[in-house]
């Protein structure tokens, strides 16, 4: 079956450090990838996605490329905040949405000044 | 309301008793979605309601799990004779419509504690 595996935390890095949060996947077919992102005290949201290979999602400085040919989905930022502080989830759901959104464990990021 | 909403935020119940937790989904959402975190846990799908299809009950863990919704509004998730290995945050999460490319609107979950 689908299944998301990314890197267990938590990660601690210094403002303005580089991060890399790898994310690999098991699906048949060609999924769509996502990641999502918890703060403090609120619900998930959609931070990025990718729904073909090769394809980058972006947002907030956030970046991952859907690579096929690794299987993988990893999420980069240049200069994390503080505020980037919360846990990130790495999640695929299949091309024509026959399956529900399948999540990985979920990284927690801690940027401290 | 303009998110999910969810309620309780915290239950704290003895084991054996019966739990309800709720979810009233964004406005127009068609699609709605329950999930289960438990500690350092990863997100467990439960169950998933489209309109007026058949729920999609396959991630749920026992008998003891039901869920319910009216239309395309309020969703009850119940536990029944709940157990220790219930404790956990639920998570009820809303979309337009179900597809690759459709967003998941979550709420800020339930957080179930069994003694």
């Known amino acids: 079956g689908n299944s998301v595996t990314q890197m267990e935390g938590p990660v601690t890095l210094s403002e303005e450090a580089f991060l890399t949060i790898n994310c690999t996947y098991t699906?048949?077919?060609?999924?769509?990838l996502f990641w999502y992102v918890q703060y403090p005290g609120e619900g998930l949201q959609l931070l990025l996605k990718?729904?073909?290979?090769?394809d980058k999602g972006s947002n907030k400085g956030f970046e991952a490329t859907y690579r096929k040919e690794t299987t993988s989905f990893h999420l980069e930022k240049g200069s994390v905040q503080v505020s980037d502080s919360a846990v990130y989830f790495c999640?695929?759901?299949?091309?024509?949405?026959?399956?529900?959104?399948?999540f990985g464990k979920g990284t927690r990021l801690s940027v401290i000044a | 309301g303009a998110g999910v909403s969810q309620s309780p935020s915290n239950k704290v119940t003895e084991k054996g008793k019966d739990v309800e937790l709720r979810c009233d989904p964004i406005?127009?959402?068609?699609?709605l979605y329950w999930y289960r975190q438990r500690l350092g846990q990863g997100l467990e799908f439960l169950i998933y309601?489209?309109?007026?299809?058949?729920?999609?009950k396959s991630g749920l863990p026992s008998d003891r799990f039901s869920a319910e919704r009216t239309g395309e509004s309020v969703s009850t998730l119940t536990i029944q004779r709940t157990q220790q290995e219930d404790s956990a945050v639920y998570l009820c999460?809303?979309?337009?419509?179900?597809?690759?490319?459709?967003?998941?609107?979550f709420g800020e979950g339930s957080r179930l504690t069994v003694l």
């Open positions: 406005s127009g959402h068609t699609a």
């Open positions: 990718a729904t073909k290979a090769d």
């Open positions: 699906a048949t077919g060609y999924p769509s």
């Open positions: 999640a695929l759901s299949d091309r024509a949405g026959n399956t529900p959104l399948v």
């Open positions: 999460a809303s979309s337009l419509k179900r597809g690759s490319t459709g967003e998941l609107f």
């Open positions: 309601f489209q309109g007026n299809s058949a729920p999609d």
